[in-house]
């Protein structure tokens, strides 16, 4: 079965550092989204992407984040000058219709922020 | 904001029994809404559907039921299995929309 892959799966880094999220959507997906779980909380949406371009984001996804296709497989999440409260799960999905379809989630990265 | 709530955040079934998750939610243009179940160190993993043209989806031993006027969906679970054990979410769209919003999740313990 189609997998959404996300690497690594657990990225440690000091605050102020820029890190980047990687992730290889399903390949015939068209749209693509950002997630994220603080622990002990709800899923939240960061971002969605269709077209090389942002489609819908959230109010957390500020100045701070940004998303690119550099490459047609890989979607990537940059958080630039990381801060603590940053450190969350951060899960990747793709669709190949609308969100109202469902999605296929990847198994996540646990970004610890130190 | 919490457009989506799970009031119970646990559940412990017998195995065998009936297991039945609620969510409740607020936005009245909510019309597509699943729930995920997930394990830890996994993401979500997709389970059931409904849409708002429908009061009931049934996918196995799953069946996911809308009460519209109420705002209020429900998962059962017939029969209950140990291997259900996992934590399960509810999430809700709106067709003017891409995002999906979640709830805080009921962990659901099967007891062999």
């Known amino acids: 079965e189609p997998e959404v892959t996300q690497t690594p799966s657990h990225q440690v880094t000091q605050m102020g550092q820029e890190v980047i999220l990687r992730c290889v959507p399903i390949?015939?997906?068209?749209?693509f989204y950002w997630y994220r779980q603080i622990l002990g909380q709800k899923v939240e949406f960061l971002v969605s992407?269709?077209?090389?371009?942002?489609?819908?984001k959230s109010e957390i996804f500020d100045d701070q984040f940004s998303v690119e296709r550099p490459d047609g497989s890989n979607f990537t999440l940059k958080i630039r000058s990381t801060k603590l409260e940053d450190s969350a799960m951060y899960f990747c999905?793709?669709?190949?219709?609308?969100?109202?379809?469902?999605?296929?989630f990847g198994s996540g990265t646990r970004l610890t922020v130190v | 904001d919490q457009q989506v709530k799970q009031n119970s955040p646990s559940l412990s079934v017998q195995e065998g029994r009936i297991s039945i998750l609620n969510c409740d939610y607020t936005?009245?243009?909510?019309?597509?809404f699943l729930w995920y179940k997930k394990y830890p160190a996994e993401g979500p993993t997709f389970l059931i559907s409904i849409s708002s043209i429908k009061d009931k989806n049934e996918d196995g031993r799953f069946t996911v039921f809308l009460n519209k006027s109420a705002k209020h969906l429900s998962l059962h679970i017939v029969p209950s299995q140990p291997g259900d054990s996992a934590v399960y979410f509810c999430?809700?769209?709106?067709?003017?929309?891409?995002?999906?919003?979640f709830g805080t999740g009921t962990s659901l313990t099967v007891i062999p």
């Open positions: 936005n009245s243009m909510f019309d597509y």
């Open positions: 992407f269709y077209n090389n371009e942002i489609s819908e």
């Open positions: 999905a793709s669709s190949r219709q609308r969100a109202n379809y469902g999605y296929t």
């Open positions: 390949s015939n997906h068209l749209y």
């Open positions: 999430a809700a769209s709106a067709d003017t929309g891409n995002q999906f919003y």
